[in-house]
């Protein structure tokens, strides 16, 4: 049965936006500034370069197979055995991310704002939020991303912009920070956008399937952006040797940030519902994923079973690593891993795909 073609290109940008911007926007100024120094603004931008050319590959890839996502032309081009394995790996590896999501959400909330309730309560209530709206079509999906984009956006850029009023420009030199080195850097950035790869089962809904790559371009334009505005924000208010010394810096951000007039005082409030909603959002096309993905892959018609399945396994998995700092290791090193799979690999099924001259082998009438 033929997916029914309803998504915008403008809904896939702020389904892809909205992915990317969630749980680690507290902490990536730290991240980037702990490899960059005073480059951290440049280290995101190259990342997001980089980000933009593994896109390219997935767009590619969805419009030369319109009507089938990575899991079925993976196996018609690369092969059953392989392509099945590469669905598993990713089913796996985003498993993972939605798991380590989740705790790290739990984490920040019973650190600033619910220090009495357990961590496990904080972790199920947004695993099952996840699991409510996961049940529902692609259309309702793509709805939630829709209506909660503006709310993410919004007001994240007045906060943004309003702490800029006590910016010190000499603390963003130089801009080259450490100089090549942070090049070694790029994957650990480049890692924080791994969730637009739900791109790779919009296609197939997506009304003009050939203008996903203009999708990918706003949607890591907008998002990189976003992530640019919030590093220089922090290091020309903190400096960077401060903000090494604080955990999730953006928070510090809007705590140390007051609207003018003192009309509102604490701004780390507000930042947090947004932030919140920017958490459920990238954990919500996380799960989505994964169980499209595994409904495919298993030749289901139906993937509301799926949903109550994954979610012991993931919720095992958010409360396995035993302290924050463990977690972020853990976040670390599956990040960067996981580039490989999402977006070098899609590079070399693209390869593949035109050394066998697909899909033209299968007719002309494969696109339409």
Request: glycine share 8%.
């Amino acid at each position: 049965m033929q997916p029914t073609r309803n998504i915008t290109v403008g809904q896939t940008t702020a389904i892809l936006i909205s992915t990317i911007i969630g749980v680690g926007v507290l902490r990536l100024p730290l991240i980037s500034v702990q490899l960059a120094d005073t480059g951290a603004p440049l280290l995101t931008l190259l990342s997001a370069v980089i980000v933009f050319v593994g896109m390219w590959g997935i767009a590619k890839l969805g419009s030369q197979f319109p009507n089938e996502t990575f899991v079925e032309y993976s196996e018609r081009v690369i092969g059953k055995w392989l392509g099945r394995l590469y669905t598993f790996m990713i089913i796996a590896f985003f498993t993972l991310l939605t798991g380590f999501a989740a705790r790290e959400f739990g984490a920040v909330v019973v650190t600033s704002v619910l220090p009495k309730t357990p961590l496990e309560v904080t972790v199920i209530v947004m695993l099952l939020m996840a699991v409510i709206f996961t049940r529902g079509d692609m259309n309702t999906f793509t709805y939630i991303h829709s209506f909660y984009l503006p709310v993410i956006l919004v007001p994240l850029l007045i906060i943004t912009l309003v702490s800029l009023k006590d910016a010190k420009i000499l603390y963003l030199q130089p801009i080259l920070g450490n100089g090549f080195k942070m090049i070694a850097g790029i994957p650990e950035i480049a890692a924080l956008f791994q969730g637009a790869f739900i791109l790779a089962i919009l296609i197939p809904f997506m009304q003009k399937p050939k203008k996903a790559v203009k999708a990918s371009f706003w949607g890591v334009a907008i998002s990189g952006g976003f992530f640019i505005m919030i590093i220089v924000a922090c290091i020309a208010l903190f400096g960077t040797e401060e903000i090494k010394t604080i955990m999730w810096p953006t928070l510090g951000l809007a705590r140390a940030t007051s609207l003018p007039g003192n009309t509102l005082q604490r701004l780390d409030v507000v930042f947090l519902a947004i932030w919140v909603t920017a958490v459920f959002t990238t954990i919500l096309s996380n799960y989505m994923l994964t169980v499209q993905a595994l409904k495919q892959s298993l030749r289901l018609q139906d993937h509301k079973m799926l949903t109550l399945f994954l979610l012991p396994i993931i919720f095992l998995i958010a409360m396995f690593p035993d302290e924050t700092i463990e977690m972020y290791r853990y976040i670390e090193v599956v990040g960067k891993y996981g580039l490989v799979l999402t977006f070098i690999f899609p590079f070399i099924i693209l390869i593949v795909a035109k050394i066998r001259k697909w899909p033209k082998k299968k007719g002309k009438g494969a696109g339409k």
